[in-house]
């Protein structure tokens, strides 16, 4: 999720804390100009894991390559779970529709770095994995468990 410049001062005065280093909204702009695209507690998490090795003065560039290297570390840990019991590999989407198809594998490989909340079941059945659709209602889910081959009563 892009930052805000609130939390683009907020992060600024966190690395202010261990620096010392005082800031305007000039600051606070051209610092949102560079990392706005990123997540603000992956961000957060990159300056305290900068200050707890170093005793340097953290820079946008410093901010970007810890966020990435936590992006990478939490797809390394864990398994890349992206779809509805999917993988990475396999995107949830028809390897007839191209477009749709690498469309699913970029934002699988998106999904490895971020927080890894899986689609949810409804998208997929719906047969819109990239919206956000309503819950299923405990009726409608009943009904579909009465469809299936073998399903309850």
Request: hydrophobic share 40%; charged share 25%; proline share 6%.
């Amino acid at each position: 999720m892009a930052m805000q410049k609130a939390q683009i001062a907020a992060l600024l005065g966190l690395m202010g804390t261990f620096d010392y280093r005082k800031t305007d909204e000039t600051d606070d702009a051209a610092w949102l100009r560079v990392l706005g695209d990123l997540d603000f507690a992956d961000c957060e998490e990159a300056v305290y894991a900068h200050y707890a090795t170093t005793k340097d003065r953290m820079m946008p560039v410093d901010v970007r390559n810890g966020v990435k290297a936590i992006r990478e570390q939490r797809a390394r840990v864990n398994g890349a779970p992206v779809g509805a019991g999917g993988t990475v590999e396999i995107p949830d989407a028809n390897p007839d529709d191209w477009q749709a198809y690498m469309a699913a594998l970029r934002e699988g490989r998106m999904r490895c770095g971020d927080r890894l909340e899986p689609r949810p079941i409804g998208a997929l059945l719906a047969g819109r994995p990239f919206q956000v659709v309503a819950p299923a209602t405990q009726i409608e889910l009943a009904r579909e468990r009465r469809a299936l081959p073998g399903g309850a009563a």
